[in-house]
């Protein structure tokens, strides 16, 4: 999030209206508008993901927190040629207060399929 100040573009209004209206005169206020930066673009795969691939699950790191197996998954790149693209699975840490990890999944919504990232519940 980025914050704009108008500060500076009301400034030389209010000095040249100070003129006019004598040497009583309320102090310029600073406006302020706040610009949001778009969210990601989840790209719409027109099909469905090829089949998963098979992966050994490794042991969890050591001397870690409790951590959960998230699996691997085809995540969609839109290239011609090759459009899906395989992400390795990967140990996802437990953080306080969590009740249960939610594996991604790849939901059908708007004509085409989009991948729903795994989350704590």
């Not at 999030?1 to 006019?20: D, E, K, N, Y």
Request: glycine letters at 10%; aromatic letters at 10%; proline letters at 15%.
């Amino acid at each position: 999030m980025r914050i704009v100040s108008f500060v500076s573009l009301a400034l030389p209004a209010t000095l040249s209206l100070i003129g006019c209206v004598g040497s009583t005169t309320a102090p310029a206020k600073s406006n302020q508008l706040v610009v949001q930066q778009p969210s990601a673009i989840i790209p719409l795969a027109p099909t469905p993901p090829p089949p998963t691939q098979a992966e050994l699950v490794p042991p969890p790191p050591s001397g870690a927190l409790a951590n959960v197996w998230q699996p691997g998954h085809w995540r969609y790149t839109g290239l011609a040629g090759s459009p899906w693209s395989w992400d390795s699975g990967n140990y996802v840490a437990v953080p306080p207060d969590a009740n249960a990890w939610v594996p991604g999944q790849w939901q059908q919504r708007d004509g085409g399929f989009v991948w729903r990232e795994g989350h704590w519940a």
